[in-house]
Each structure stands twice: as C-alpha cells, then as structure tokens.
T-cell receptor, first 115, second 111 residues
Framework: DSGVTQTPKHLITATGQRVTLRCSPRSGDLSVYWYQQSLDQGLQFLIQYYNGEERAKGNILERFSAQQFPDLHSELNLSSLELGDSALYFC??????????????FGEGSRLTVL | GQNIDQPTEMTATEGAIVQINCTYQTSGFNGLFWYQQHAGEAPTFLSYNVLDGLEEKGRFSSFLSRSKGYSYLLLKELQMKDSASYLCAVREWDSNYQLIWGAGTKLIIKP
C-alpha cells in the first residue's frame, strides 16, 4: 500500500459524458501528479500540482482539467469523453516539488472505460 | 527531442539472470529511474541513477552511462513474482523536471 488513494477504481461511461477522478496523496506529500496509461503504452504525464499550485503541465487535453485543494487532495476532470480516453489514470505523490530522489508513490489507478 | 527505447518483451527462466536495456535521447538529463509494474497495478520505484556506474539493491542492480545514453536493469536469481513490466524513465530539467517514460519491458519468467 503506497498510501495514495484513488477513487473510483473502475468507471464505465458513455461518449460525451464528464467524469471526475479523485486522489488523496500520502500524508505529508505536497506534490500530486496525474498520468494516463493506455493499453500497452507508457505513462503519459498530464499535470502536476505542488501545494495547491499548478507546477507543470504535460500533454493534457483542453477537455481535461485538474485542481489541488487546500487539504492537498486533487481531482482530475475529464469532459466530452471520447472512446480514446479509455485508459488507466494514475495519481502519484511525492514530498518534494521535483521528486528529487525520483521516487513517486502511485495510487492503484482509476480504470476508465468509455463506450 | 525525447526518445526512450526498451525492448517490448523478454523471457527468462526462474533462478537465472536477466538484463533489461534502456537507451535514451534527451536534453537536460537529470536522472534515470526504473519502476516495476505488475499487470493492472501501480508502478513501484526500483532505482535511481544520476551518476555513471552501478547501483546495487539486493537482487536488482541498475547501471547508467550518461555519455552513451544507456542504462540497464539487472535482475538476479529470478523469481516467478518478478514477472512484470519494467519501466525506464528519464527526468529532464528542461521539461520542468518531469519524468519521461519508456513504454516498458514486459518480463515473462518461466519455471
């Protein structure tokens, strides 16, 4: 158990819909990262927050948005869903802003299926 | 540009040794990382190299050559539970220190 909690674990929805994925980082971790992992592909970095502020942005679509709240939990909002958005969405956390030692702690992921 | 290459799949025998290679082309190199990911599960951290040489941690070792843009993960005394994907990731300072991930190497261990 990494200490990172993600909900929901599984989500099935239809094209055009909107979903929200939730992440609670490890106690004491200030950085939260969101990744997308499609079938048999590498992790694609979406966005990072550090202590409530957006820190870095990757290849995140305009239909996607995220935020980190004062209690440090984070939400990833996916709207106007398309079939290609079906993937495993991971949240990870680290203590430092840049994960200096390289160790990110990953949640179990939220598997999104768009039909 | 960013490019990380790993073999897609490898097969090895229980009790043996396997070496998983990773080559990269990046700008602003700031460290290389190996993670293990069992199917459908979260990636877990294995090792971190920022200087050239070998880092050993139990049955797992990781090597880095910055001049060659090359790393390998060495797994000794393979166990069935080592069947997993092994992800190589590079951190770049000019990508806001984010990790750029390879597609992973699926390692299959046979008895």
């Amino acid at each position: 158990d990494s200490g990172v909690t993600q909900t929901p674990k599984h989500l099935i929805t239809a094209t055009g819909q909107r979903v929200t994925l939730r992440c609670s980082p490890r106690s004491g971790d200030l950085s939260v990262y969101w990744y997308q992992q499609s079938l048999d592909q590498g992790l694609q970095f979406l966005i990072q927050y550090y202590n409530g502020e957006e820190r870095a942005k990757g290849n995140i679509l305009e239909r996607f948005s995220a935020q980190q709240f004062p209690d440090l939990h984070s939400e990833l909002n996916l709207s106007s869903l398309e079939l290609g958005d079906s993937a495993l969405y991971f949240c990870a956390s680290s203590v430092e802003e840049f994960a200096n030692t390289g160790e990110l702690f990953f949640g179990e992921g939220s598997r999104l299926t768009v039909l | 540009g960013q490019n990380i290459d790993q073999p897609t799949e490898m097969t090895a025998t229980e009790g043996a040794i396997v070496q998983i290679n990773c080559t990269y082309q990046t700008s602003g190199f700031n460290g290389l990382f190996w993670y293990q990911q069992h199917a459908g599960e979260a990636p877990t951290f294995l090792s971190y190299n920022v200087l050239d040489g070998l880092e050993e941690k139990g049955r797992f070792s990781s090597f880095l050559s910055r001049s060659k843009g090359y790393s390998y993960l060495l797994l000794k005394e393979l166990q069935m539970k080592d069947s997993a994907s092994y992800l190589c990731a590079v951190r770049e300072w000019d990508s806001n220190y984010q990790l750029i991930w390879g597609a992973g190497t699926k390692l299959i261990i046979k008895p």
